[in-house]
């Protein structure tokens, strides 16, 4: 069975850093690109990185470039998402999920989700 | 950036009943959408992917329809265990996004 656990979150001041991590089992996760998504507090899904099987190619939505930085170590199946200079905006449900498509020219829909970890930007 | 707006925002429906939630994108994204069900306090699950295709597991009752800039999602006799928030989201272009999000609830 695919599983993702997402681990990591807190209270962190603003201006301060945390770093998440998502552990993965169940699949190859070397074949995957693997994004996070975030949700805040009674609000919507908003998409925030992505990255592809080898960690060289990443995309992040605007509000987070030079802020967060993804990486993944695929000899520990684990996902990873360094977040610095952090705003109470960042305030958030925190998910990793498994991006799939179909072929090379397409873009991605996500499936399975792990649980979320929480994030809290407040002083 | 693509937007993309689901209407309504909320629907209050029966068991049993025939619902639809539409999602339409600022900007054509052919068939590049897919579907999501999200309980309180759980992780979203995908149910369609390529506007279409039910993704395996999930319930023939729900289906998706479009393309362009105009889709729906229909559940087509509503059961007790659907009720729940659902989102599009379009993955023709970056940045990813995703709709508002439509809740159904009971009436």
């Known amino acids: 069975e695919v599983h993702l656990v997402e681990s990591g979150g807190g209270l962190v001041q603003p201006g301060g850093s945390l770093g998440l991590s998502c552990a993965a089992s169940g699949f190859t996760f070397t074949t995957y690109w693997m994004t996070w998504v975030r949700q805040a507090p009674g609000k919507g899904l908003e998409w925030v990185t992505n990255?592809?099987?080898?960690?060289?190619?990443?995309y992040y939505v605007d509000s987070v470039k030079g802020r967060f930085t993804i990486s993944r170590d695929n000899a520990k199946n684990s996902l990873y998402l360094q977040m610095n200079s952090l705003r109470a905006e960042d305030t958030a449900v925190y998910y990793c999920?498994?991006?799939?498509?179909?072929?090379?020219?397409?873009?991605?829909?996500?499936?399975?989700w792990g649980q979320g970890t929480l994030v809290t930007v407040s002083s | 950036d693509i937007q993309m707006t689901q209407s309504p925002s909320t629907l209050s429906a029966s068991v049993g009943d025939r619902v639809t939630i539409t999602c339409r994108a600022s900007?054509?994204?052919?068939?590049?959408l897919a579907w999501y069900q999200q309980k309180p306090g759980k992780a979203p699950n995908l149910l369609i992917y390529k506007a279409s295709n039910l993704e395996s597991g999930v319930p023939s009752r729900f289906s998706g329809s479009g393309s362009g800039t105009e889709f729906t999602l229909t559940i087509s006799s509503l059961q007790p265990d659907d009720f729940a928030t659902y989102y599009c989201q379009q993955y023709n272009s970056y940045p990813l996004t995703f709709g508002g999000g439509t809740r159904v609830e009971i009436k």
């Open positions: 900007q054509s994204i052919s068939s590049w």
């Open positions: 999920a498994r991006a799939r498509r179909r072929s090379s020219s397409q873009g991605f829909w996500f499936d399975p």
């Open positions: 990255i592809n099987q080898d960690g060289r190619e990443k």
